[in-house]
């Protein structure tokens, strides 16, 4: 089962960046695909999550907003696939 994992981010934001590096840390361990999504790029996803950044969406579903704990997604990941 592919895992899709999205976050959702924009330009110059370090809580973003910070929730990459954790996210990417831990994708070599579970069959997952990593998808940035710009919401500047989107007028509607800028209406919603404009001060709410970074969003981690796993399989169409919120699980992270502002921080990701690495602990807790290798958790989540884990309850995905077994």
Not at 3 to 8: A, F, K, M, N, R
Not at 56 to 78: A, D, M, P, Q, S
Request: hydrophobic residues 40%.
């Amino acid at each position: 089962m592919q895992i899709q994992i999205e976050i959702l981010t924009k330009k110059d934001c370090e809580l973003c960046d910070d929730a990459k590096k954790i996210v990417e840390r831990v994708l070599p361990d579970f069959p997952a695909i990593l998808k940035m999504v710009d919401i500047e790029s989107s007028a509607d996803l800028f209406e919603i999550y404009k001060e709410k950044i970074p969003v981690v969406i796993i399989n169409g579903k919120e699980n992270f907003v502002y921080k990701v704990n690495e602990t807790t997604l290798r958790k989540k990941l884990e309850k995905i696939i077994y």
